[in-house]
């Protein structure tokens, strides 16, 4: 009897220890799916959870969040992080419906060429929404695939091509089982090989780890330091952000100079939000999300 294969090592283990997750149920579909992996993306999971739901239920299809205006996907991101995500989910639901009638694509190219939709996430769905054959390279899985295979205590910085075919070269032929361990990969790199606190012996592919075999020590992890965010610009846009989404139009420019006390730091920060397509100017006195509600600005407070 030949041996598990690495993959099939750790799907084994997938099946009877996967966190269990909205998106992960059976008959989810492809929209449920893009929308979780773009909101996963820089954004941990129990702050997803709520927000996943809240916008599937208000947005079940592409062509729901398409009919409605970009300032509405931004309030409804609320405080996930990095909202230019809200955008970019919209302007691919509008892409969605104007070149595939408003079904999720299958196909990779199709997948790539969305707005927003990169190399992990249009393999992600294609994997995990449609079952097929694809490397879903997240840091989580660089990091299993360079413990366990290259033996190196940690993945390099980016994503690289070469990523992909290391991985690649350890998935099943078959695509469902592919796509299963895909899943498994990301899953085991989530919760039990992290990047500061591996937990070998819990883990399925221990015997046959190269970095474990070498008998290195635990790795300290990248020494990244947590950033910081209180005075930084992001915490102004932030504030901003948070004025504008509560309001249903344009706010005027003297509401919003006080939410931060620096002239010019203000400024700058809500230049960015222009620059990155989710603010615009009102008449020359007023801001407002992005095609937002109608163009007379709000009465001071
Ligand atoms: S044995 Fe340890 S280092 Fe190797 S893949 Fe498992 S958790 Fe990671």
Known sequence: MTEPTFAT?????????????????????????LVSEVMLQQTPVVRVLPAW?????????????????PAEAIRMWGRLGYPRRAVRLRDCAVAIVERHGGAVPDKLDQLLALPGVGTYTARAVAAFAYGQRHPVVDTNVRRVVS???????????????????ACEELLPLEPA????????????????????????????????????ASGQEAPAG?????????????????????????????????????VWSDDVQRARALAGLVTDGLVEPVGGAAFRLVGDGPATPLPLP
């Open 9 to 33: 090592l750790v799907s084994r283990w997938y099946e009877e220890n996967a966190r269990d997750l909205p998106w992960r149920e059976p008959g989810v579909g492809a929209w449920a799916i």
């Open 53 to 69: 739901r809240a916008w599937l239920d208000r947005w079940p299809d592409p062509a729901a969040l398409a009919a409605d205006p």
């Open 147 to 165: 413990r366990a295979v290259a033996g190196e205590p940690d993945a390099g910085p980016a994503t690289r091509p070469a990523d992909l075919v």
């Open 177 to 212: 089982a592919a796509a299963l361990a895909s899943a498994a990969f990301m899953e085991l790199g989530a919760v039990v090989c992290t990047a500061r606190s591996p937990r070998c012996p819990a883990c399925p592919v221990e015997s046959v780890c190269a970095w474990r």
């Open 222 to 258: 990248p020494t990244r330091r947590p950033q910081r965010y209180a005075g930084t610009d992001r915490q102004v846009r932030g504030l901003l952000l948070g004025v504008l989404r509560e309001a249903t139009g344009p706010v005027p420019h003297q509401r919003l100079d006080q």
